[in-house]
Structure formats: structure tokens, C-alpha cells
């Protein structure tokens, strides 16, 4: 693994929100964020083509429901008579190996496809999907920022409408209710969270819920301000899953460690609320986003948190941004 690419493949859960370490694995060290916005365009095609050979690793949780970790962001399959129902499409490339994955669960035809949200690393799949069989649905803000020529400020990245067939046929704006393969299915909009198009997706019988990008599980979040995310839609989206959540519910995160529960959650709201305030208490003094970075107001988190692909400027950025 000493090849760029290969350390890219050697990432799991590869996303359009990694461009940060992305760009760090191409060069062999860390970018300035403005560095790393700057490599976005060209890497977006390198994280495609590196989900092309990425494995797929697959948890199998309860009540016939798995998650399969390695295209984008983590992606749950809920197997049964009514055909698989997968909730995010990962990375479009992985299709080979997340057609294998799908079949391991069994031979049931792909029926149905839920978006958490927008971003690519959840939907990018989606077209693949639908003419295997799926139909989509999403929240309305979703089928909208498919729909159109959609710019990411932070990723300084233009994407394209999507397919025909990739755009959600069925959308909502709050709630809906879905009984598929004995499982009451239950999709929730958060409000603006990590986008404006969060939706959270919780399987009653089992007790499992994927929350999408509202929680990245040990790793510090992306928040997309360019479609309407915020540090106080995080906060408020972490309170109302730990609201919604028991000791016994398996949690699935958008990014990290795929199989999650409320301890976890819960150290991640408690995370985003303290260097919310040490950020906010920054800026308030009147110091600039460099000075509020200079100052490290994320030091006593970055050892657990900081290790991934969003580092400590760049998460300290984000919350600056929305405070
Ligand atoms: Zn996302």
C-alpha cells in the first residue's frame, strides 16, 4: 500500500465528504483545507475510481437486515418476500461488488431504495439501482438538489443533474410510512441537519435506525451549508435520535464504524455541543476563522475524533461557519 491509489483503496467508506484526507493520501500529507478544496474536482473522479476495487464488507445485524460498509456511506439491505429494500445507493463504480453483496443476502429481486439524503456517496448509486429494479424515495429536497446542477462552496464542486433514472420517483416532506417484508418502516425528515434533505429511516420490529449523515460514527462530521446543513441542525438532529433511541436499538451512521448504539451517539452530540461553544465563544471575542482555528478549540476531542478525513481546521471551519 504505498501507491496513492492504493492507500485511497485501502480507505473504507469512501465519500465525497473525505476529500480532505483524500487529497492528503494523494500528495502523501495533509492540504491546507483551501488546498485540499482546491484538489476537490480531480479527486472526486480519483474516490470513483478507487470505490471501484474497494471491498464490501457486510454486518449482519437482526430481522433480516445487514449493512454493507465500502461504497460511500454506509448502506443497510432489508431482505424478504417483498423484494430488498436498501436504504442509500453507495458509489455507482461498486456496483460489481455490491451486486455480489446483494446476492449473498439471497435471490430476491432489488425492490425498493431510500435516500438519507443528497450527497453523492449515497446517492451516486442510484441509477444503477433503479434499472435493477428499485424504485426510489426520498425527501422532496433530495429529488430537488438531483434534479439540478447542485455546487458544493466547500468541495468547490459543481455536480451535474443527475439520470433519469437516478432521480427518486416518490418523495415527501415529513413522514412516511412503508410495510415491506413483515417490517414497519418508518421515514422521518430531520429539518435541516447535515443538508436540508436528511431523512432518518427506523426499522420498529427490529429496533434499527439509519440516521444517515446526521451521525458520523468516532470521526468528526462534514456539514454541507450549501444545501442548508448547520452545526445547530447537527445538534438538534443528534438530540432527536438520541430522543427517538433505547440502550437495545443498533444505530447505523451515515460514515465510521457501521454497527453503532446511544453511548456512541451520544458522545458524538456531546462532541458537536462543546466545540460549538468553544467556537462560538471565539468568535465572539471577535477573532477571525484562521485565528479560531490557530486556537485549537477542537484540542481536546482531536485524538479520538480527528483521525479521519474531516481534521481539526477543517471540522473547526464548519462550526465556525454556522456560529
Ligand atoms: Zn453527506
Same mark, same amino acid.
Given at each position: 500500500m504505498t501507491s496513492p491509489q492504493a492507500h485511497l483503496v485501502?480507505?473504507?467508506?469512501?465519500?465525497?465528504?473525505?476529500?480532505?484526507?483524500?487529497a492528503a493520501a494523494a500528495t502523501g500529507g495533509w492540504?491546507?483545507?483551501?488546498?485540499?478544496?482546491?484538489?476537490?474536482?480531480?479527486?472526486v473522479s480519483l474516490i470513483k475510481d478507487s470505490a471501484a476495487t474497494s471491498p464490501i464488507v457486510t454486518h449482519r445485524l437482526r430481522n433480516n437486515i445487514s449493512v454493507f460498509e465500502g461504497s460511500g456511506g454506509n448502506i443497510a439491505v432489508l431482505t424478504g418476500p417483498d423484494g430488498k429494500v436498501?436504504?442509500?445507493?453507495?458509489?455507482?463504480?461498486?456496483?460489481?461488488q455490491l451486486t455480489k453483496a446483494l446476492a449473498d443476502l439471497g435471490?430476491?429481486?432489488?425492490?425498493?431504495?431510500?435516500?438519507?439524503?443528497?450527497?453523492?456517496?449515497?446517492?451516486?448509486?442510484?441509477?444503477?439501482?433503479?434499472s435493477a429494479g428499485a424504485r426510489i424515495i426520498a425527501h422532496e429536497n433530495t429529488r430537488k438538489h438531483l434534479s439540478n446542477i447542485q455546487r458544493v462552496e466547500d468541495w468547490d464542486y459543481n455536480f451535474l443533474p443527475s439520470p433519469r433514472g437516478a432521480i427518486p420517483g416518490e418523495v415527501f416532506t415529513t413522514?412516511? !410510512? @412503508? &410495510?415491506?417484508? *413483515?417490517? /414497519?418502516?418508518?421515514?422521518?425528515?430531520?429539518?435541516?441537519?447535515?443538508?436540508?434533505?436528511?431523512?432518518s429511516v427506523t426499522f420498529a420490529e427490529a429496533n434499527i435506525v439509519h440516521v444517515?449523515?446526521?451521525?458520523?460514527?468516532?470521526?468528526?462530521?462534514?456539514?454541507?451549508?450549501?444545501?442548508?446543513?448547520?452545526?445547530d441542525g447537527m445538534i438538534a438532529a443528534s438530540n432527536a435520535?438520541?430522543?427517538?433511541?433505547?440502550?437495545?436499538?443498533?444505530?447505523?451512521?451515515?460514515h465510521g464504524r457501521p454497527v453503532s448504539n446511544k453511548t456512541e451517539l451520544k458522545e458524538f452530540r456531546d462532541m458537536l455541543v462543546?466545540?460549538?461553544?468553544?467556537?462560538? !465563544? @471565539? &468568535?465572539?471575542? *471577535?477573532? /477571525?476563522?484562521?485565528?479560531?482555528?490557530?486556537a485549537k478549540p477542537t484540542a481536546a476531542f482531536d485524538a479520538k475524533w480527528g483521525q479521519f478525513v474531516i481534521d481539526p481546521g477543517y471540522f473547526t471551519r464548519l462550526v465556525y461557519e454556522g456560529v
Open positions: 485501502s480507505r473504507r467508506n469512501f465519500c465525497l465528504c473525505c476529500i480532505g484526507g483524500a492540504l491546507t483545507p483551501r488546498e485540499a478544496y482546491a484538489e476537490a474536482r480531480g479527486l436498501l436504504i442509500d445507493a453507495g458509489i455507482g463504480v461498486s456496483r460489481p435471490n430476491q429481486p432489488i425492490a425498493h431504495l431510500v435516500n438519507t439524503h443528497w450527497h453523492f456517496d449515497h446517492a451516486d448509486g442510484n441509477e444503477w439501482l433503479h413522514e412516511r !410510512k @412503508l &410495510k415491506l417484508n *413483515g417490517s /414497519s418502516i418508518r421515514l422521518k425528515y430531520y429539518g435541516p441537519a447535515h443538508t436540508d434533505s436528511d431523512i444517515g449523515d446526521t451521525f458520523w460514527n468516532g470521526i468528526y462530521p462534514f456539514i454541507d451549508y450549501s444545501t442548508g446543513g448547520s452545526i435520535n438520541l430522543a427517538a433511541t433505547t440502550d437495545d436499538t443498533i444505530i447505523i451512521p451515515g462543546a466545540v460549538r461553544d468553544n467556537v462560538a !465563544k @471565539l &468568535k465572539k471575542q *471577535g477573532k /477571525s476563522r484562521d485565528e479560531t482555528v490557530a
